[in-house]
């Protein structure tokens, strides 16, 4: 992401932010703990391809040597402090004065539509809002998301951790999730494997569906409707391999139907 320094409203955008003078403040990291394995594949992706999203941070009267606090943005500040050594960082600086809520929800927005954010990480970031005195319909409006959405992400805490680590690696739809966490905990491993095989199914039945015949194969089928004495279908599998004109192929198809 190529940048200069400007401001646009209330964010003034700084290519080169000391990272001595930002806190990260683990109350504003809603995912959690921070996996040593991801921050390091994070790195590398940084170190390959550049920070495509700068952190956000607000300035805060804080102890010295901080000046800013971070919004949004605490996995690819760690892995750019941690594992890359940098000393500067580019920065999103939010201007606009907010409350400890305001930017909690913006770290929150900002991780919901992340696409590496799994269902079970989801889950125990709403439920942390949640437990903090927030209703459902309070969140769905602060995060543009349906009471539903919300509701389904949480019942994944209600599964057992053998299909919780399933829904990771599956990201299973709402509805699967609202049908496993309909189940009793003894059921569900079963209720996964019923799910899972008819997924396959369906999986197999459009690649099917998505496989082209083969030019040899319209030919094959043209001869031996020809054979059966189809002719109408044989002139149309004709005119589809080029081999009869259109006009010709459509007074065909006209008298056909007299």
Not at 95 to 111: C, G, H, Y
Not at 238 to 256: H, I, M, Q, S
Request: proline letters at 5%; one cysteine or more.
């Amino acid at each position: 992401m190529i940048m200069t320094q400007q401001t646009f409203d209330h964010i003034k955008f700084d290519p080169n932010v000391p990272v001595e003078k930002i806190y990260a403040d683990p109350a504003f990291n809603c995912r959690g703990l921070l996996d040593a394995t991801r921050l390091m594949e994070l790195a590398d992706s940084i170190s390959l391809h550049g920070l495509q999203l700068p952190i956000m941070i607000q300035p805060l009267d804080l102890p010295d040597p901080f000046k800013y606090r971070i919004i949004s943005g605490h996995r690819r500040f760690s892995a750019c402090t941690k594992f890359l050594h940098w000393v500067t960082i580019p920065a999103l600086i939010n201007l606009q004065p907010m409350s400890d809520n305001d930017a909690k929800f913006l770290n929150l927005v900002e991780n919901i539509n992340r696409q590496d954010l799994t269902q079970l990480e989801a889950a125990y970031i709403l439920q942390n809002f949640i437990q903090s005195g927030y209703s459902v319909h309070e969140l769905a409006s602060k995060i543009n998301k349906s009471v539903g959405w919300i509701q389904s992400q949480l019942s994944i805490l209600s599964l057992s951790p053998v299909i919780q680590t399933t829904v990771i690696k599956k990201r299973l739809s709402v509805d699967d999730i609202d049908y496993l966490a309909s189940l009793p905990e003894s059921s569900q491993e079963q209720g996964l494997q019923f799910l899972l095989s008819r997924k396959r199914k369906y999986q197999k039945k459009s690649k099917k569906l998505q496989q082209r015949p083969k030019l040899a194969d319209l030919r094959h089928m043209m001869h031996f409707l020809m054979d059966c004495n189809c002719d109408i279908a044989a002139r149309t599998l004709a005119w589809a391999l080029g081999l009869v004109p259109t006009d010709v192929f459509k007074n065909e198809a006209r008298a056909a139907t007299k």
